[in-house]
């Protein structure tokens, strides 16, 4: 087994959770269709190719729901939201903090992106210009110009482009006129291109995506304020940011909601759906604090400091309760400080969400799965783990405590025969920096033999260390029963 939580993939492969959820049987009379609500950048038909197959795939994995894809633009995704059409939610991470805000969504995974052979957990966005524009050098240039951009509600294609301005000392609200397109994210490149706009933002990747499509030619832009970062493959003008994250609405059974994760979670990344969808799988739910900040820092919703009018009624109470059991007596103190500060009900909901999303994490991803997740530096063969959870007790007969504390390896429990075979697919699997599965036997503690199955993935922290991040499940349980 291999111990520890993804640094930057933030526990990603706990992609892992997957197998044992998804060999329980789900109590579903009759089909039932769930749909997920998809924020639409690029043209609707393509977002619908994109993500329809993904559906798919969870329509078989979960017999007797089927997943129906709703591509949709800000406002519309945020009126089916309020009256419930859509039922799952993929959308940019700011625009779940705002919808979080009014909706108390629970996201219960993070996308990966595959790019050029790259898994990419992150993304950022481009300050583009026409190529012929020579006065236009630097972000200071733009002082005076008119921008198009999709929308202010859009994290790539305005807000952390607003962030640029401001660390340059322009004010976005003034020192730039802003011409808004709407989605998708390709109007506001027509926009440039048309003279209508002196400079464009666009999220990562829209400028490539184009160039594919014929519908830009190379050497037709300019991108201001580049950064060049080795493991990051497109054009880029500002900081990275957590990639889109899928959230459940309350009214979601949070059984089923484990099962949706599990599924996605063990998605392998050549399956057919992810190939199609352009990305390489799911990650454990990211840290999005960076992103609240961002907004906060711009005073942009929920931290405007007004109440936006909802696109529908919506008669659930738009903040979570001031009594909420025990965390309240715990939180007390804080929330009165924060109640003070936060000047909204609105802003308040957020700073208890976000105070709140730790507790929640691990509980919707890993209850009723037959094994334990983990995360070990992968300098150490015999599995010392950071991080375990207490399913490695009913999995070996020995408490968490002990593997966390060094009494018992986990690579001592292995049946010798099958060290090195574990060891060395590992170790290829850090090397070619993929995810590995793996199928061997272990010893129990009343002296049993138990078979196992493990998943896992390595990821590197800042600090260059590579951790393992996985979870290893009896493997008896995953056969199908009857």
Known sequence: MSMRRPAAWQLATIALLAMAALALPLQAAAAQTLRIGVLAFRPAADTLARWQPTADYLGAQLPGYRFEIVPAGYPELEAAVASHQ??????????????????????????????????????????????????????????????????????????????????????????????????????????????????AFVRTGVVEAMLAEGRLAPGQLRVLNRQRLPSFPFLLSTRLYPEWPLSIQPHVDERLAR????????????????????????????????????????????????????????????????????????????LTVLAVLARSKRQIAVLRTELDRNRNRLDVLTGNLPGASYRCLADNTLRHPVEVDQGIEDLTGYPAAHFLS???????????????????????????????????????????????????????????RVWLDGIVLDAEQLRPRG
């Not at 481009?126 to 006065?135: C, E, I, L, M, N």
């Not at 301005?165 to 994210?185: N, R, S």
């Not at 075979?421 to 272990?442: K, W």
């Open 86 to 199: 859509v039922d799952l939610v993929l959308t940019n991470p700011s625009h779940y903090i705002v919808l979080n805000a009014d909706h108390q969504l629970q996201r219960i995974a993070t996308l990966v992106v595959d790019e050029q052979g790259r898994n990419l957990t992150a993304f950022g966005g481009v300050v583009a210009v026409r190529a012929g524009d020579a006065h236009l050098q630097d972000i200071d240039d733009l002082r005076g110009a008119t921008v198009a951009s999709p929308e202010r509600g859009s994290l790539g294609g305005y807000q952390v482009q607003a962030q640029v301005l401001q660390e340059a000392g322009l004010d976005p609200q003034h020192d730039v006129t802003m011409l808004f397109t709407g989605m998708p994210h390709d109007r506001a490149l027509d926009a440039l291109l048309a003279g209508q706009a002196d400079a």
């Open 259 to 334: 099962r949706i994760a599990a599924a996605l979670l063990s998605l392998p990344e050549d399956a057919p759906a992810a190939r199609q969808g352009g990305y390489a799988g799911w990650a454990y739910p990211a840290d999005y604090e960076p992103v609240r900040r961002l907004l906060e820092a711009l005073s942009l919703p929920p931290y405007d400091g007004q109440r936006r009018a909802r696109p529908v009624a919506h008669t659930d109470a738009s903040v979570l309760p001031v009594a909420a059991g025990a965390l309240v007596v715990l939180t007390l103190g804080l």
């Open 406 to 464: 060094g009494r018992v390896l986990f690579g001592d429990l292995c049946f010798a025969e099958d060290r090195s075979r574990i060891d060395e697919a590992v170790a290829q699997a850090i090397a070619d920096d993929r995810s590995y599965a793996l199928d061997y036997r272990i010893r129990h503690a009343d002296g049993g033999t138990r078979h196992v199955h493990e998943r896992g993935r390595p990821t590197r922290d800042a600090e260059g």
